[in-house]
Every structure is written in C-alpha cells, then in structure tokens.
C-alpha cells in the first residue's frame, strides 16, 4: 500500500509532510514546471505521519483517495519513473 498525495497539493507544495516522512519518501522535483509533491509507492511504509502534517489535507491512503482524485495514485507513482 501507499499514500497518495492529491490535488489540493498543487501549487501549495508545503514540506511539513516532507519533515516528518520516517523513509524520506515524499519527494519535490527541482524543476519549477513541478506543481505537486510526490510519494514513492515502492519506499512509503504506510505509517500515517504525513497526513496530518498536511495543512491542505492533501494526502489519503491509496485505498481512500477520492474518486475526483484517483488519477493522483499514478501521478504519485509516474513521478519515481522517470
Ligand atoms: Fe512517509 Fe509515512 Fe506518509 Fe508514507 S505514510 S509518505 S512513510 S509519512
């Protein structure tokens, strides 16, 4: 399983979740193009820490993404394929 972190991430982009990620998982691209954080599905280990971390309640459970936002679970996941 995994976290997912959804739209209201974009163009906000706080790295409060990024402080408390226990496998520094939580991820900013370096290019200014780049809207969103993003979480690696392969290393996040489900622990739950980030999302009250979020101050735009950003982030759900893979399983709990809503349905207007399940498009952001690959776009979490495309991100660590480049
Ligand atoms: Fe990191 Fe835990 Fe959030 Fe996964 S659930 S991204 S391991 S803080």
């Given at each position: ?16 979740c990024v ?54 679970t690959a776009?979490?996941?495309?991100y660590f394929?480049?």
């Open positions: 399983m995994t976290y997912v972190i959804c739209e209201p991430c974009i163009s906000v982009k706080d790295t409060a402080d408390v990620c226990p496998v520094d998982c939580i991820h900013q691209s370096d290019d200014k193009s780049s809207t969103q954080l993003y979480i690696d599905p392969d290393v996040c280990i489900d622990c739950g820490a980030c999302v009250p971390a979020c101050p735009v309640e950003a982030i759900f459970p893979v399983e709990e993404v809503p349905d207007k936002w399940k498009q952001f776009v979490n996941a495309q394929k480049k």
